[in-house]
């Protein structure tokens, strides 16, 4: 604490002092701050609050996906999927899209409360049901009138506000100013150009029977919906978690809610769909190619059942039954080789045609075990996949996605080549079975007709047989593995409309700011009202400048008279003059008579009230008293006294009159006056003459006082050249009036030059009735309550208005 005392005392800054200044501004401080916690209270009051609502999810790790870091040169690296691709997607206009599809959210409903619109979500006294299949006007006020439980009242007025909603629309482009007012019963259909829908009232607001002020709806544009519910906080729990926390602030909690549990349930239901792809496009391969071998099947079973049933045989004999068996297990071998076939005919014609991996049916999914071709098919899909989530952070110029197009490529070739190796071989091993079928054919046409006949029946049969077998155990693996499949993230926590959080207006955090504000106000105030002033203010703005002493300090009068101590003997500024009276003795060391000058460094700064009212305060102590008016430029003291100007210390200079004859009688006891006389053209070639020194000594033979009024020291000289001949030299520095800088420039030169003598008197000292002090920290008995009763002008002092006070010390 010391030291931070020491630091402002080497800035001259006096702490104690400045604590006191801003206590003495204690009603603006009370004021700024009263009006700022109205302000607070308003604000919160009359403000639509804010709410969040927050939900929790766990992002799984996936031991396939990729790092996009480790996809630069070497290809395939990464084991875990990047969180910030998963955040991406939860952002994404697509899955925001999907739940504003699955919610209630096209017509919003509004009333007004306490200056404040707020939405009715699912709550509202009036239902509106919409045709899907016309156009409606959206983002536009339907104010409703519930006039009883059977009519309301519809209207709007737009003027060309939607028109680029329909631009095209033949109705908007005749009519640009659109009026519309009209009483309707509930259940009724309201059809105009630009909407259609029919209001049913609420079953709850008739039991409830609620009054909503100012009620109204409107229709909301889907991408308006999505612009408005896409401002999701999405971030990890903690730096090593995979749990991502989504909140979403909104003004209706309940709305809220529901989106955001609907938007992670999309989210998952998005994952399990790309996760069932592989299962749905096998099941939609698989069935299709059911429905041709069905057909074929069911033909040649008729075919058979026709055969027999003709020909009257059941069997063939047993050496053309193990023919047969033979035949039939390599017509199941080929049975197989042509749905693989057909399998890398299809696989290939996708690859070539298209650029994506969405309808891509995996080979294992058909039985087909090749190692190289179900690597292949899984890094493209990888790739593809990696791809997509790299471009919800990224564009397609991005380095790690060019990378990827590279390698799809690269993959896409090498699959390519694999499948066309693959079909060779197949066709090899067909072609085998060709011929072993082409053998065993051989040895069959040796058999009697009918049998080779129903041989050959047999065979088809059961090649499709075989064929509708095998698709039918792989249709149903594929079913089984999708009825299986899990979403790999999980929602931890749902949102509830319980736990949700009010983030605005936070009411006790604005009345803390409002307070903070209201003090720093005044503060600024009060510091730049000093830091701009230019004027002396404070006993400590003297003191700052000089070591001269101050003799006292002179009240504001308020009298309409300049003579305050003749007029008001008992006044508080009469008392003033009295204490100045006695340091004056302290400064001229008990020298009995004295000269003694008053000047000051501008006009205006009250020397000439001043120096009347001290001459006067001398001659009431039975002192003779004479009062010379050396402003021989601007004389005014004969007004005051109204005495003549005619003569003066100007006619005597030029020898027209002696000392005696330009001495005046005032109508103060003991006290003379000696008037400046008419302008000379030469003041300071006059002062500066022997006649002055001449002057005094014969005065100081009559007078035990002579008080001089001269001429302002910042403008001429003239009081210089009285200084040599004056025992006290009082400067007067006029509260609120003179410049620091000007005072600062003229003590200076006063104490470089070592006038003897010198000292300051502060005039025009304002106080408050009831304050303390006066912020001088003179303390002449002056204190709390003023006078108490001790002058006659203790119900006289200055009395200001409220704005003045609060701007002014107490």
Known sequence: ???????????????????????????????????????????????????????????????????????????????????????????????????????????????????ITKELYQNAPIIVEFDKNYPQLVQTKFNIEILSNTQYKIQFEEEQQWTYLFSTHKFLQENKNLNYSRTHKFGEVVIHPLFKFKISLNPHYLSSKQEYNNLFFQFNDIDFLIRTHRNIEIEPINREASIVSLTLNGSNVQKSVNFINQLTQEYLSRGLEKKNEVAINTIEFITAELRGIADSLTVTESDLQNFRTTNQIMNVDFQAQQVFEHMTELENQKAVLLVKSKYYKNLKEYLLEKNSVEDIVVPSSIGIEDPLLNTLVAELTQLFNT??????????KNPMVLSLDKQIRNTKNALIENINNIVNTSNIAIDDINERINELSGRIDHLPKTQRQLFSIERKFKLNDAIYTYLL??????????????????????????????????????????????????????????????????????????KLPIVGHILHSNKKTELVVAKAPKSSITESFRSIRTNIQYLAKGKE??????????????????????????????????????????????QDFKLSNSIGLSTYYINKNSVEEIIQKSSIDNLDIIMAGPVPPNPAELIASAKTKELFEK???????????????????????????????????????????????????????????????????????????YGYGYGYGYGYGYGQGYYTDDNELEKKSLLRKLFSRS
């Open 1 to 115: 604490m010391d030291q931070f005392n020491n630091i402002y005392q080497e800035e001259n800054i006096d702490i104690k002092a400045l604590i006191v200044k801003f206590f003495s501004y204690w009603h603006l401080f009370a004021l700024t701050i009263m009006i700022s916690l109205i302000i607070a209270f308003l604000f919160n009051k009359y403000t639509l609050p804010i709410y969040q609502v927050a939900t929790t999810v766990l992002i799984e790790e996936d031991k396939n996906s990729m790092n996009p870091q480790d996809l630069i040169g070497f290809g395939l690296m990464g084991d875990k999927k990047n969180l910030e691709n998963e955040i991406g997607i939860l952002k994404s206009y697509s899955i925001a899209y999907r739940t504003i599809q699955k919610l209630d959210f096209f017509v919003s409903y509004f009333y007004s409360d306490n200056f």
């Open 387 to 396: 791809r997509s989530e790299l471009l919800f952070s990224s564009t397609e």
């Open 473 to 546: 155990q792989k249709l149903s693996e594929a079913q089984i593995t999708m009825a299986s499949n899990r979403p790999d993230n999980e929602i931890i926590d749902r949102a509830k409309v319980s736990q949700y959080s009010k983030i605005y207006p936070k009411g006790s955090l604005n009345y803390i700011i409002a307070f903070i504000i209201g003090c720093i106000i005044p503060v600024i105030y009060v510091l730049g009202k000093d830091y701009l002033n230019d004027k002396i203010i404070e006993r400590k703005d003297v003191e700052n400048v000089t």
């Open 593 to 638: 008579k004295q000269i003694i000058m008053i000047t000051s460094d501008i006009a205006s700064a009250g020397k000439t009230f001043v120096a009347m009212n001290l001459a006067s305060i001398f001659a009431q102590y039975e002192k003779k008293a004479v009062l010379l008016g050396f402003d021989l430029r601007k004389p005014k003291i004969y």
């Open 699 to 773: 005065l100081l033979k009559i007078y035990d006082y002579i008080i001089l009024d001269t001429p302002p020291l910042g403008l001429v000289t003239d009081a210089f050249l009285l200084m040599e001949h004056a025992d006290v030299n009082l400067f007067i520095v006029r509260q609120h009036h003179t410049v620091k800088k000007v005072f600062e420039s003229i003590i200076k030169d006063i104490e470089q030059k070592e006038f003897p003598n010198f000292s300051i008197l502060i005039n025009d000292v304002k106080l408050q009735k009831g304050s303390y002090g």
